[in-house]
């Protein structure tokens, strides 16, 4: 499968999906958004996945929407961006927060808009010492999407959340992880290394718990304790039904290092 906006790979159960318009900061236009609908398909599909890494190619991670991509000019009819949202980022979004498998994001330098969203919305974000965070959505009078406004909120909180979305300032990588947007700040040059070192250590963890740890946190927003109470119940008990669980405990009674295999 050819692509000509993304570098797209799935090896040994690691996806690794690569935004690759360098020459446009790797910002969004129909032809990538398609393009990434097409490799979500794969994934969704592909028996055996472990993780997926997500990272840009270039000096930006993605500086969000392409803007001349929506150009319009005096008498034209206007965009409809809520249809844009509704057909591209939105399913896009929904699609990598429901994957069954951690999903690591390498921020390698700006992430701006829908850019710093899409970050966001993955498992767990690494971004190099250069990277920043931007929500400019407001400097063209939008209103943050993709995620944006449910994300920032329950990472740094209702007053951060608020200055960062109407002020439109950036945020450094060193500023986000201290907020808690991000997990960890590396130096530029260890960026990489740290991404595969986490993709490795996924690729031999049991994949199965770690899906259910990914649908009960993601519930926990919305749920009562009673309700997550009894999802942790009804979750653990899957668990508790796969091979990797087996595995792990003869692993430990055994006191060498289990081998999962992701059942």
Request: charged share 25%.
């Amino acid at each position: 499968m050819a692509f000509e906006t993304i570098e797209f790979s799935v090896e040994s159960g690691i996806g690794r999906l690569a935004l690759s318009r360098p020459d446009s900061l790797n910002s969004f236009n129909v032809e990538m958004h398609e393009e990434i609908q097409q490799a979500l398909d794969v994934l969704e599909r592909t028996e055996g996945l472990r993780v997926l890494l997500v990272t840009g190619r270039g000096r930006a991670f993605c500086a969000g929407q392409d803007l001349s991509d929506r150009s319009v000019a005096p008498g034209d009819q206007v965009p409809d961006l809520g249809e844009s949202l509704e057909r591209y980022y939105n399913p896009m979004i929904r699609r990598l927060r429901a994957l069954p498998v951690p999903v690591v994001c390498a921020v390698n330098g700006v992430a701006a808009g829908a850019g710093a969203n899409i970050a966001l919305a993955c498992d767990i974000v690494l971004a190099a010492r250069s990277a920043k965070f931007a929500e400019v959505f407001c400097n063209i009078g939008l209103v943050p999407d993709s995620g944006g406004t449910w994300h920032l909120p329950r990472l740094v909180g209702h007053a951060r959340a608020m200055a960062l979305s109407m002020l439109g300032g950036k945020v450094s990588a060193e500023q986000a992880e201290q907020w808690g947007m991000i997990w960890r700040v590396v130096d530029d040059d260890a960026l990489e290394r740290e991404a595969e070192d986490l993709l490795e250590h996924f690729a031999r963890q049991p994949t199965r718990g770690l899906a259910h740890i990914k649908q009960a946190l993601a519930a926990s927003w919305t749920s009562t304790l009673d309700e997550q109470l009894d999802l942790e119940r009804d979750l653990q008990r899957a668990c508790g039904r796969t091979a990797d669980y087996r595995e792990g405990v003869t692993a430990f009674m055994e006191k060498r290092k289990p081998e999962f295999t992701g059942r």
